[in-house]
């Protein structure tokens, strides 16, 4: 300081001069940071993921009323549930999104177990669904003895809307289950009942009802598969189901641990949830290469396309984006007997402990993107790669997957190459 | 389940060890000053804890019996999630009404009403008595602002070089955490300017709220606003530090307690859970940069009927620098200075789980027309995991405006 004010003895002009340069090497600064800044923008500021890449995109050329209802109803799948809001008394996860992984497939540790005997449902012992938790003050179900159980994976639930708008009888037209042709593949529909509380102008809401949704094609409608889940995965009461669901082995009663008064949500989340399922678009298949051509020219003739039906086509519907277009989805949605190896030995509606409806194959490009690099597959998970799957296959599915067995390795690769590209 | 009554006992057993070496410092030398000789005649020339309570202008600068002041904080952000635009506006964050005052010196008296977004939200942040007995042994009751960590008790907005408040302090412990309670405090001096202080209080502590109103896993803050004691089961808390000078200090804190009703008309309803955190905190200058920072540790027992869903083990960390430069830059403003400040953090929300963490960088460029003002820009880019592991992104913009009054 002391030299300074000797050169610089009137302080006024000396703090305009140092002011003046003092700013020359912050403005350098901050430029530099705003040029790097502008530069790196997108990658500093998060970049969209392209809505072909993922599971919850809305279906193009909605209208501003459907993404309205779709941005209403995806908020409404995410939001979980606190045990002061409802949660329970028994339940298996707190939301819809905590079992659908990005709107995708979940892990093993979100499978579920339903259990029944002899085609039973039996509500008496807490069937069709084990909830294995419980909030506090209630008691989680423990399996009952002597029943038949089977593990399912929670599903993706994009395309949902696509396979709803679909019609029966184009699904139906695929049906054979006497083997008429002789190929070896049946194929017969689930035809299920539809509960009191689904209006008739629902669509799968008259019954007999052909069954399209879950791993044996025994739910009929969107919303019924709505109001399911919120009552027995998350023990969230709804106009539609006002009762809470309750372990019925309890030791004690278990209602009076969830304080929240029934229903818990109203008619209008539920018919906003169901509206986004119905709005999702399944992602884009991968680009073609020369391999994949290959791959699925192997996939036609090895016979995976007789239950793995490339295209379906929706009829008719009220939502623009739904109507009269091709569905790529890899599945007829009918029931296959699936061999001995993936029976699980438990009926469920029409389907036989056999019985399996085919799964879609549409997502698996991006399967593993949402469970960090891994792939569960078939109804419980345990296959860890397509190829895996493939070779648990059975039934009626034996000589796609002996053909399957029988290629060469490249011919293996470029089957497999092709199916992952879905 | 047999670790968390042990962990209990520890706590027990660090509480007996800090308490008995307590004893040996007020008997120590340098302990026990007189009332007359000390800084009680007076405002305290040097503050309890470096911008907290007692380290505010308005008190600094009393006068009269009462003081009254307060601090406003407004910001705009403009914040982007995984590409999507979610959050552009303009908010008044808070504004706080801080009324201080003391009775002759061995009684004072500090409060603070938090008005939040717009008023709809007003809490009583701080409403403690303290009765002032010597330096190193004082009692203080009423609404406190709990021990856990430093940046709980000096988190003004004014004094915070970032315009967020670290995800360690806010998302994962709770910051502003206060609720009723009583203890003792008090500090001594030693020579070179060093000081030992200590705080213990017995609290309302934590609530059942952490689990039953927390909806995406286990959440401290969910459980913090505890003013009537729901489970009629205090929890205890303190803080310990040792600071060589006054910008230094290293802080122990460590809190335990139940939080959920597990006993009600004298009988057991349930089993007792407790929480239980420890946190390290430490500021210290640097050449001419100021460093901040805290790690915390939390354990909670968990209902058994709830496997896989809340966290029985979280964890966090932030560590910030700040760089003050041009001061009396401009002219005209005689007082005036810049900050560059620079925070990295990482919250992992379930120890037990791969997912359900964040980590972030922020990056500040501040500008104080005046020390007790400042006008806030920054930076924050960050990762999130969901319980799936999968990764998203966040970038945040904010410019924050803070004032003192």
């Excluded at chain 1, 800044?37 to 500093?44: D, E, H, I, K, N």
């Excluded at chain 1, 890449?53 to 459907?66: E, M, N, Q």
């Amino acid at each position: 300081m002391g030299p300074e004010q000797q050169v610089n003895p009137a302080p006024v002009n000396r703090a305009r001069v140092w002011s003046g340069r003092r700013w020359i090497a912050p403005g350098m600064v901050a430029g530099s940071v705003l040029l790097a800044f502008s530069a790196g923008c997108g990658r500093l500021l998060t970049t969209a993921p392209d809505a072909a890449d993922v599971f919850d995109a809305p279906l193009a050329g909605l209208s501003p009323a459907d993404l309205a209802a779709f941005l209403e109803g995806d908020e409404q799948f995410g939001k979980p549930f606190a045990i002061s809001e409802g949660l329970g008394p028994i339940f298996n996860n707190v939301s819809c999104a905590s079992c659908h992984s990005g709107d995708g497939r979940g892990r093993p540790e979100n499978v579920l177990t339903r259990f029944s005997i002899l085609g039973d449902l039996v509500p008496e012992l807490g069937g069709p669904q084990l909830q294995d938790r419980a909030i506090p003050g209630a008691e989680a179900e423990r399996l009952p003895a002597n029943v038949e159980t089977s593990r399912r994976l929670p599903p993706p639930v994009f395309g949902m809307g696509l396979m709803e708008a679909i019609p029966a009888d184009s699904i139906l037209s695929r049906a054979d289950p006497a083997d008429l042709d002789g190929d070896g593949v049946s194929g017969r529909p689930n035809l299920v009942s539809v509960p009191e509380f689904i209006p008739a102008h629902e669509p799968g809401g008259t019954a007999p009802a052909l069954g399209r949704f879950g791993r044996k094609a025994q739910v009929s409608s969107l919303l019924l598969q709505t109001v399911n889940a919120y009552h027995q995965d998350i023990g969230i009461t709804t106009d539609f189901r006002p009762d809470e669901n309750v372990n019925p082995l309890a030791s004690r009663p278990t209602e009076a641990a969830d304080r929240v008064a029934d229903p818990e949500i109203p008619a209008s989340i539920v018919r906003s949830v169901v509206a986004y399922l119905r709005l999702l678009a399944p992602p884009a298949p991968g680009g073609s290469t020369p391999r994949r051509e290959a791959g699925r020219a192997l996939f036609a003739t090895v016979g995976c396309v007789s239950c793995h039906v490339p295209v379906l086509r929706t009829g008719p519907n009220a939502t623009p984006a739904l109507a009269n277009r091709e569905v790529p989805l890899y599945s007829d949605l009918l029931l296959h007997d699936m061999g001995d190896g993936l029976a699980d030995n438990r009926s469920d509606g029409d389907a036989d402990g056999r019985e399996w409806r085919t799964t879609p194959l549409w997502g698996l490009r991006i399967m593993r993107d949402f469970l960090n690099g891994q792939a569960f597959l078939l109804h419980d998970g345990r296959a860890r790669s397509v190829e895996a799957a493939v070779l648990l296959h059975g039934g009626e599915a034996q000589v796609a997957r002996d053909g399957f067995a029988g290629l060469a390795a490249d011919q293996r690769a470029a089957l497999l190459d092709f199916v992952e590209s879905r | 389940m047999t670790t968390r009554p042990a962990l209990g006992v520890t706590l027990r057993r660090t509480m007996a060890v800090l308490l008995l070496g307590l004893a040996a410092l007020l008997t120590g030398p340098g302990a026990g000053r007189s009332l007359a000789d000390d800084s009680l005649a007076a405002a305290p020339a040097r503050p309890f804890v470096r911008g907290g309570y007692d380290d505010k202008p308005h008190v600094s600068g009393l006068f009269g019996r009462i003081a009254v002041g307060g601090y406003l904080e407004a910001r705009a952000g403009w914040a982007r999630q995984d590409g999507v635009t979610d959050e552009l506006g303009i908010e008044v964050t808070r504004w706080n009404l801080l009324i201080s005052t003391r009775l002759r010196d061995r009684v004072a008296i500090f409060s603070e009403i938090e008005f939040e977004d717009g008023g709809s939200e007003a809490t009583v942040e701080l409403a403690q008595v303290d009765i002032r007995f010597m330096p190193a042994f004082n009692t203080r009751a009423g609404i406190l602002l709990l021990p856990l960590g430093r940046f709980n008790l000096a988190h003004d907005a004014p004094r915070n070089e970032m315009v967020t408040r670290p995800a360690e302090a806010e998302a994962l412990l709770g910051v502003a955490l206060a609720q009723p309670g009583l203890g003792v405090f008090g500090w001594i001096d030693r020579p070179g300017g060093a000081r030992f202080s200590y705080e213990a209080y017995s609290v309302t502590g934590y609530h059942e709220g952490l689990i039953a109103d927390s909806p995406e896993g286990t959440r401290l803050p969910a459980g913090r606003r505890n003013f009537e004691d729901r489970n009629a089961s205090p929890a205890v808390v303190a803080r310990i530090e040792w600071s060589p000078e006054r910008r230094a200090g290293l802080g122990l804190s460590g809190y335990h307690g139940a939080y959920n009703i597990y006993r009600a008309g004298g009988l057991e309803v349930d089993e007792r859970r407790d929480v239980s955190v420890a946190a390290l905190d430490v500021e210290a200058p640097l050449g001419p940069t100021q460093w901040s920072g805290e790690v915390a540790t939390v354990r909670v027992d968990l209902p058994p009927t709830l496997p896989g869903l809340f966290a029985g083990r979280q964890a966090g960390f932030y560590l910030m620098g700040a760089w003050r430069f041009g001061e009396d830059w401009i002219a005209r403003m005689p007082g005036s200075s810049f900050t560059l400040a620079a925070r990295v953090e990482a919250v992992d929300f379930d120890r037990d789980l791969a997912g359900d963490s964040m980590r972030a960088l922020a990056l500040g460029l501040n500008f104080r027309p005046l020390p007790e003002t400042v006008v806030k820009f920054g930076f924050e880019r960050g990762e999130t995991r969901d319980r799936f592991n999968n990764l998203g992104a966040f970038a945040r913009l904010r410019l924050g405006v803070a004032s003192y009054f």
